[in-house]
């Protein structure tokens, strides 16, 4: 089959503006990190709004798990016809598809990386990086993160997320096939929004999956309102929900650091990421965050551009003399390339390769698109069966 339409039709259907947050949620996570590693002296940003946009990095995580739930649940939607249809082997082999091969390629790099000694790569003390690649390649690095691995392992910092974001996918047909009615399913996720505050008891909590499954819940939640009540929504209310959204998360990202906000912070981030997400799907209207399109490019590869982006950092630091003052804003704009670059290339001569040749052709590229590749435009979301 010609890749070229295929690839054609898919772009075509893009939601833009959930490219857009999506990128959004990528950039300040890679801000973040970026802060950690190398200078952040910047000289064309005052060094308060540096702080307040790397203190809260960690909630572009929150914001990316809002997205994959809306989007996993919307295509489930689309490909099944009603989530209590759900073909468990073909949704687990669409997965695997897509997350597994450049994970396991990444881990396979870092390993090797250890072993021939690279420098910034190793293990810190107490730390195996065979353990390492076990936990990550069988959902568990989370757990290892948080028991030492996010101080001495800094080039494996994106799998924990991934950890969390690959439970989800094991557990998410288990929920609606044993559930089955909508209106149990959508009560289940409530009791996951509800109980995530009350297990957050220090920021650690948010390593494991009852301290973040409220991001991913009110994301499945929102699809689900937003299959039933979409053709409600006009331009002017879909515009006026996505710019409420953004602003209770810019509210609540430039006023109260995560790590003090750890109970109700990550569940209004995601609120804010949910409203925003129920405006973009009903209806094509006027863009907002697509006035940004560098935020665009970086969240249609924003898995690639994710897994990436700490070896990354880890080889400038070594490789690449520290600039001297006033060139601080000249690096991050090359990082920001490098890893954009990179990204886009690594998406179109690997994992789009192998993600085709894996899942097999279904002759239809709308079915084809891949939910954490594509995010389709809410014209092609058929409804489910009530």
Not at 54 to 77: D, E, K, P
Request: hydrophobic letters at 50%; glycine letters at 6%.
């Amino acid at each position: 089959m010609n890749p070229v339409p295929e690839r054609a039709a898919s772009k075509a259907q893009r939601n833009h503006d959930i490219d857009a947050l999506r990128g959004l949620s990528i950039f300040v996570v890679i801000f973040l990190h970026y802060a950690l590693v190398l200078p952040a002296k910047f000289i064309s940003i005052p060094p308060s709004i540096v702080e307040i946009v790397a203190r809260n990095g960690f909630y572009g995580v929150t914001i990316f798990f809002v997205i994959s739930g809306f989007l996993i649940t919307s295509s489930s939607i689309k490909r099944f016809g009603s989530l209590d249809r759900m073909e468990p082997q073909r949704f687990y082999r669409d997965r695997f598809a897509r997350i597994y091969p450049l994970l396991f390629a990444l881990v396979s790099i870092l390993t090797i990386f250890q072993i021939v000694g690279v420098p910034n790569f190793g293990a810190g003390a107490g730390l195996s990086v065979w353990v390492a690649s076990w936990k990550a390649l069988t959902f568990q690095f989370n757990w290892y993160y948080a028991e030492g691995a996010s101080g001495g392992m800094p080039a494996w910092a994106p799998l924990w997320s991934l950890a969390l974001e690959e439970m989800f996918y094991v557990v998410f047909p288990v929920i609606c096939l044993g559930l089955r009615r909508r209106y149990f399913i959508a009560v289940a996720l409530v009791v996951i929004i509800a109980q995530a505050p009350l297990v957050r008891t220090n920021f650690q909590s948010l390593y494991f999956w009852s301290g973040s499954a409220d991001a991913i819940a009110l994301g499945c939640l929102t699809a689900l309102l937003a299959d039933r009540i979409k053709s409600l929504i006009t331009p002017v209310s879909s515009l006026t929900l996505r710019w409420i959204g953004l602003a209770l998360i810019v509210w609540r990202y430039t006023q109260f650091p995560v790590h003090e906000d750890f109970t109700f912070g990550p569940t209004i981030i995601a609120a804010g990421a949910s409203i925003y997400l129920l405006g973009s799907s009903s209806i094509r209207s006027p863009s907002t965050l697509r006035l940004f399109p560098p935020l665009e490019f970086i969240g249609r590869r924003s898995y690639e551009i994710y897994l990436i982006h700490t070896p990354i950092l880890l080889i400038i630091k070594q490789f690449v003399p520290m600039p001297y003052a006033g060139y601080y804003d000249l690096l991050f704009v090359l990082y920001l390339a490098i890893a954009a670059g990179l990204g886009e290339m690594i998406g179109i001569y690997f994992t789009d390769w192998v993600n085709t040749r894996l899942r097999g052709s279904t002759g239809d590229p709308a079915v084809q698109a891949d939910p954490l590749l594509e995010t389709l435009q809410p014209d092609t979301l058929s409804a489910a069966t009530k």
